[in-house]
């Protein structure tokens, strides 16, 4: 599968925003948030045949064909960690009081040496607390296999090991968790940017329409 067969209109992953909406349609949501890293701010380049935007602002776009009235908040630093988020864009995500909140899974934390995963935790539990206390719906991501960090040669497990504690809190705060490891995204040609960590735009658009799905899931359980 290469990056040059499909086009955003094309692609068999991606849902057209009407397509998206229609499935959000009974969303109750209207004020959005989004905290964390680069991965939360939707960082990547620009794919030929994909608009240019990231995954949040593009699920933004389309919570607002359902929501006019959403009010959307980014606070998303690119190289962030977990302790930066806490101490950066904890207070200003709970003064905009949202509904609808997307939280990090602690990518940047694996950017060291060795990791503490014990420490990782902490940081993580500590911010899934203080999202928690706002009542809204958490969602957040496992970090794709596509991702390469050479430098590491335990790469792939350190991503393995962070995505089962992503799957554990998130399980236990009862947060959508848009599982992005095994997706057949991962094998695309081009997917990635020039920097090797981050989705370019046609991921990001797949990205999008996989917090569509997973919340239209969500939203389904919930019909009585």
Same mark, same amino acid.
């Given at each position: +599968?290469?990056?040059?067969?499909?086009?955003?209109?094309?692609?068999?992953?991606?849902?057209?925003?009407?397509?998206?909406?229609?499935?959000?349609?009974?969303?109750?949501?209207?004020?959005?948030?989004?905290?964390?890293d680069?991965?939360?701010?939707?960082?990547?380049?620009?794919?030929?045949?994909?608009?240019?935007?990231g995954?949040?602002?593009?699920?933004?776009?389309?919570?607002?064909?359902?929501?006019?009235?959403? &009010?959307?908040?980014?606070?998303?630093?690119?190289?962030?960690?977990?302790?930066?988020?806490?101490?950066?864009?904890i207070?200003?995500?709970?003064?905009?009081?949202?509904?609808?909140?997307?939280?990090?899974?602690g990518?940047?934390?694996?950017?060291?040496?060795?990791?503490?995963?014990?420490?990782?935790?902490?940081? +993580?539990?500590?911010?899934?607390?203080?999202?928690?206390?706002?009542?809204?719906?958490?969602?957040?991501?496992?970090?794709?296999?596509?991702?390469?960090?050479?430098?590491?040669?335990?790469?792939?497990?350190?991503?393995?090991?962070?995505?089962?504690?992503?799957?554990?809190?998130?399980?236990?705060?009862?947060?959508?968790?848009?599982?992005?490891?095994d997706?057949?995204?991962?094998?695309?040609?081009?997917?990635?940017?020039?920097?090797?960590?981050?989705?370019?735009?046609?991921?990001? &658009?797949?990205?999008?329409s996989? +917090?569509?799905k997973?919340?239209?899931?969500?939203?389904?359980?919930?019909t009585?």
């Open positions: +599968m290469t990056a040059t067969s499909f086009t955003e209109e094309t692609d068999p992953f991606c849902l057209a925003t009407i397509d998206a909406a229609a499935m959000l349609f009974d969303a109750p949501w209207q004020r959005y948030a989004v905290i964390g680069s991965l939360s701010a939707g960082t990547g380049d620009k794919s030929v045949g994909y608009g240019n935007q995954w949040s602002d593009r699920f933004a776009h389309i919570l607002r064909q359902v929501r006019p009235e959403l &009010a959307y908040l980014n606070t998303a630093v690119d190289g962030a960690t977990t302790v930066d988020t806490l101490d950066h864009q207070d200003g995500m709970r003064n905009f009081a949202p509904d609808l909140l997307h939280i990090p899974c990518a940047n934390d694996l950017l060291r040496r060795s990791p503490d995963f014990g420490e990782i935790e902490q940081g +993580m539990r500590k911010m899934y607390d203080l999202a928690a206390e706002t009542g809204a719906e958490l969602t957040t991501f496992t970090l794709g296999r596509s991702y390469i960090v050479p430098v590491f040669p335990d790469w792939t497990e350190r991503v393995l090991t962070l995505n089962d504690l992503t799957r554990a809190l998130a399980d236990e705060y009862d947060a959508v968790v848009v599982d992005m490891w997706h057949p995204v991962n094998s695309r040609e081009g997917l990635l940017s020039a920097d090797r960590l981050h989705f370019s735009t046609s991921g990001q &658009a797949v990205m999008a996989e +917090m569509v997973a919340l239209a899931a969500i939203l389904a359980r919930r009585p």
